[in-house]
C-alpha cells in the first residue's frame, strides 16, 4: 500500500470481497489501537465496502482483541495529503452503508474501537469478549459517552465511563444488544461469513428498505440527533493524561 506521496505504509486494514461479501480486517494484532494512519486505511475500507457491488460487509479482526482503542504509545500520523473523516461522519458513514453489515468481536473492544462497531446492524461477539472505556482513569470523559448511552442505557453506561471496568458481551446479549456468543474466534469468523453468506443470497432491495425501516425508526426514537451532535461534545484537542489527576478531579 502506498500514501498519496508514492511512500510504502503498513497495512493495517485489509479489504477484499468474496462471493458478494466485503470483508474488512483490522490486521493490527495483538490490539489493533488505532491512530491516523489506521483510521485513513479504516475509512478507505468502509468507503469500499459501501461503493463496491457486494452485498453484505463482514468486519472482523485478528490476534487477541478486537481493538485496543486509541494507540497512545507510539501513534502514527495519517499519510501526507490524506483527510480523515470526523468521529460524527466515521459513524454516519458505517451506519449507511446500505447493506447488512456484520460486527465480529473477539477479546476486547475498548474506548473508540466500540465507535467502530456499534453503528453495524449485527454483533456477534466470543463468549470472552467484553467492552470498555477507560478514559475517564485517562482524564478525559466525554469522548464516547453519548454513544454508550444510547447503545447501554444511562445507567450500564455510567457503570462502565466511572468505573473503566468491563461490560462483558453476555451481559449485551441477554440486553439484546450483541446478536450471537460464539466459544473463540474461529467459530465467530466462521459464523459471521456464514450468516453472511446466507443474507448475500437474499434480493438486496428488500434488506435494503427493511435496514432503511429500522434505522428510520431508531432515528425518531432519537439516535440522529445524539451522532448529529457528536463532535459538539468533545474537546478540540483532548489530551490523554498518563495518570488520574492528584485527588481525583478534573475541571474538563
Excluded at 480486517?25 to 459501501?50: C, H, K
Aim: with cysteine; hydrophobic share 40%; proline share 7%.
Amino acid at each position: 500500500m502506498t500514501d498519496p506521496s508514492g511512500g510504502a505504509v503498513d497495512e493495517l486494514v485489509r479489504y477484499e470481497a468474496v462471493d458478494d461479501i466485503s470483508v474488512i480486517t483490522l490486521d493490527r494484532s495483538p490490539l489493533n489501537v488505532y491512530d491516523g494512519l489506521f483510521t485513513v486505511q479504516f475509512q478507505q475500507a468502509w468507503l469500499r465496502a459501501r461503493a463496491d457491488d457486494t452485498r453484505v460487509v463482514v468486519m472482523k479482526a485478528t490476534g487477541k482483541h478486537f481493538c485496543g482503542g486509541a494507540n497512545t504509545r507510539d501513534p502514527q500520523p495519517a499519510p501526507a495529503g490524506a483527510t480523515p473523516l470526523t468521529s460524527s461522519e466515521e459513524l454516519r458513514l458505517i451506519k449507511g452503508t446500505m447493506k447488512p453489515t456484520i460486527a465480529a468481536v473477539q477479546g476486547g473492544c475498548i474506548g473508540g474501537g466500540q465507535r467502530m462497531v456499534w453503528p453495524c446492524d449485527l454483533v456477534f461477539c466470543t463468549e470472552d469478549a467484553f467492552f470498555a472505556d477507560p478514559t475517564v482513569d485517562m482524564g478525559i470523559g466525554g469522548i464516547q459517552s453519548h454513544v454508550h448511552t444510547w447503545f447501554y442505557g444511562p445507567r450500564l453506561a455510567k457503570e462502565m465511563i466511572y468505573g473503566g471496568g468491563r461490560l462483558p458481551a453476555r451481559r449485551l446479549y441477554d440486553m439484546g444488544q450483541v446478536n450471537r456468543l460464539l466459544p473463540d474466534a474461529d467459530a465467530l469468523h466462521a459464523d459471521a461469513m456464514d450468516f453472511a453468506r446466507h443474507l448475500a443470497a437474499k434480493d438486496p432491495l428488500p434488506l435494503r428498505q427493511a435496514k432503511r425501516a429500522v434505522d428510520t425508526t431508531m432515528d425518531i426514537q432519537g439516535q440522529h440527533y445524539v451522532l448529529s451532535r457528536m463532535d459538539e461534545l468533545l474537546d478540540e484537542r483532548p489530551e490523554f493524561a498518563k495518570k488520574p489527576p492528584a485527588g481525583g478531579g478534573t475541571d474538563r
